[in-house]
């Protein structure tokens, strides 16, 4: 127990997102710095490790960009004189968090690339599968890069692009046809914003409005967060142009429905459960999650229970479906920033739970489901199991809204190598032991479909069938040197 705090930090047992989005034009000439602060506040789960703005006036000097970013939390980079300080009717925002690609500041987003036509800002959510390739071909042709992300390397293909285009959303269409795998991006060019989804639709993206202004954003709860109103998602595949002559949509790199592949774990994990994507509510995918875990496994017992946040949806979901009563047992701190002093493993204050505490109230004597919504490499797995024994929990079964992880992500999840997946080479009755729980069941993998409304969706992690073909050489982390 004594180290407890520490391996929590090290052996961080959790999938991280890659990155939000946030980009605004106000068409009255308002200034919209503050509200992409709210709007990247709100988006701040998809992403804890940088941060950055930029924003231009429409009516001023073409290549004039103000922009700002930095390590750490929005609340921690900007302050109330940086954000008085920007200037500009059209911005965009970003919240990082690396998979490809190091984390420091000169890889924080938006990315700001100025050239010929004038400059060009662009915030982005995804990993590509080729863009090591891309890369090497650009650098053969003179490019210089300033970063290691391959947010970069679509920059530069839309600014080449753009020299033999009539219009900057043609040149992202032209970079779309070289760039393969996920991404969701925001495109600032001196008078527009532009919005573009892969054709698969791995990540989010959609299009709210307030009054005068348009937003593009990777979820709904940023445009709720700004009291903007959502308008619609943008289409996998789709192109988005706001510019005051009105919204500009270009579908010609749709594909067919059926090779949409939408990454199942927004749903499961990333996306923050107020918000919408593609027409179906996450807090209502994750309560159908539980009630499937219910139906498919279950366990007789005294209360259900979440892991927090995104296991709590599930496990009202598995109360609903069993009549089990539903109950807290954790308590979380979630102002765990960046710049907090982690406890070293010779301090005493090692033992500290930091983030999370059971409530041992709630779970003495009880026979206890706890719902998580993942199990990565079983380390935290164990550790809360172990937490709610302690505190007195009689018997502690395990259900986990998703189905086991046994390959990787080439698509901007941090999944770790298979060798450390605790499902890898284990079966279920190992991992129960490993984990020390009573039993243990995973959501089935045809559920997924009825949990998103039969949305289709990727599901590689878990069955090693990506929605293209993988890159022959691992990807992931390539550019950390
Ligand atoms: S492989 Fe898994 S984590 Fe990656 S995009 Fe597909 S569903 Fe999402």
């Given at each position: 127990m004594s180290n407890r705090i520490h391996e929590q930090y090290d052996l961080e047992d959790e999938l991280h997102e890659e990155c939000g989005v946030f980009g605004m034009y106000d068409f009255d000439g308002g200034d919209v710095a503050s509200t992409i602060?709210?709007?990247?506040?709100?988006l701040q789960h998809r992403g804890q490790e940088s941060c950055g703005i930029a924003v231009s006036e429409t009516d001023g000097p073409?290549?004039?960009?103000?922009?700002?970013?930095?390590?750490?939390?929005?609340?921690?980079?900007?302050?109330?004189?940086?954000?008085e300080g920007m200037k500009g009717d059209i911005g965009v925002g970003h919240v990082r968090y690396s998979t490809a690609g190091s984390s420091t500041r000169e890889n924080a987003q938006p990315l700001v690339l100025n050239y010929v036509k004038g400059t060009l800002a662009l915030a982005h959510n995804g990993?590509?599968?080729?863009?090591?390739?891309?890369?090497?071909?650009?650098?053969?042709?003179?490019?210089?890069?300033?970063?290691?992300?391959?947010?970069?390397?679509?920059?530069?293909?839309?600014?080449?692009?753009?020299?033999?285009?009539?219009?900057?959303?043609?040149?992202?269409?032209?970079?779309?046809?070289?760039?393969?795998?996920?991404?969701?991006l925001i495109v600032m060019s001196p008078r527009k914003l532009i919005g573009a989804r892969d054709p698969h639709g791995f990540k989010p993206l959609c299009i709210g409005k307030r009054d005068n202004s348009y937003i593009i954003t990777s979820e709904s709860c940023a445009l709720e967060t700004v009291d903007a109103e959502f308008v619609r998602d943008v289409l996998p595949g789709e192109v988005v142009t706001?510019?005051?002559?009105?919204?500009?949509?270009?579908?010609?790199m749709c594909k067919p429905k059926e090779k949409e592949a939408r990454c199942i774990f927004e749903y499961i994990y990333f996306a923050r459960p107020d918000s919408h994507i593609d027409g179906v509510s996450v807090y209502h995918?994750?309560?159908?999650?539980?009630?499937?875990?219910?139906?498919?496994?279950?366990?007789?017992?005294?209360?259900?229970?979440?892991?927090?946040?995104?296991?709590?949806?599930?496990?009202?979901?598995?109360?609903?479906?069993?009549?089990?009563?539903?109950?807290?047992?954790?308590?979380?701190?979630?102002?765990?920033?960046?710049?907090?002093?982690?406890?070293?493993?010779?301090?005493?204050?090692?033992?500290?739970?930091?983030?999370?505490n059971v409530l041992a109230e709630a779970v003495k004597g009880k026979r206890v489901i706890m719902i998580d919504d993942s199990i990565v490499r079983g380390t935290t797995s164990d550790r809360i199991v172990g937490m709610l024994k302690e505190a007195g929990a009689t018997e502690v079964h395990v259900r986990v809204s998703s189905p086991p992880f046994l390959y990787p992500c080439y698509f901007g999840t941090?999944?770790?190598?298979?060798?450390?997946?605790?499902?890898?080479?284990?079966?279920?009755?190992?991992?129960?032991?490993?984990?020390?729980?009573?039993?243990?069941?995973?959501?089935?993998?045809?559920?997924?479909?009825?949990?998103?409304?039969?949305?289709?969706?990727?599901?590689?992690?878990?069955?090693?069938k990506y929605p293209m073909d993988p890159p022959t050489i691992d990807i992931r982390g390539e550019y950390q040197k």
């Open positions: 602060y709210y709007g990247l506040f709100a073409k290549g004039r960009v103000s922009s700002f970013k930095g390590m750490g939390l929005v609340n921690e980079v900007f302050t109330p004189e940086t954000l990993n590509l599968i080729n863009a090591l390739q891309l890369r090497h071909e650009l650098e053969y042709t003179g490019a210089i890069f300033q970063t290691t992300i391959d947010s970069e390397v679509i920059a530069y293909h839309i600014a080449r692009e753009r020299l033999n285009t009539k219009s900057v959303e043609d040149a992202v269409i032209r970079a779309m046809k070289k760039i393969q795998g996920a991404y969701s706001i510019t005051p002559d009105g919204i500009f949509s270009d579908t010609s995918s994750r309560i159908l999650a539980g009630k499937y875990l219910a139906m498919d496994s279950p366990v007789e017992a005294d209360l259900v229970v979440g892991v927090p946040e995104s296991g709590n949806a599930a496990a009202l979901g598995y109360s609903l479906q069993s009549g089990i009563p539903y109950g807290t047992a954790f308590v979380k701190n979630g102002y765990v920033g960046r710049t907090f002093i982690k406890p070293k493993q010779s301090n005493r204050e090692s033992s500290v739970r930091v983030k999370l941090d999944i770790p190598s298979r060798e450390q997946l605790i499902a890898y080479n284990r079966s279920v009755d190992d991992i129960k032991k490993v984990i020390g729980a009573d039993s243990l069941a995973y959501l089935e993998i045809n559920r997924l479909g009825e949990m998103v409304e039969q949305l289709p969706h990727c599901t590689g992690c878990f069955t090693g």
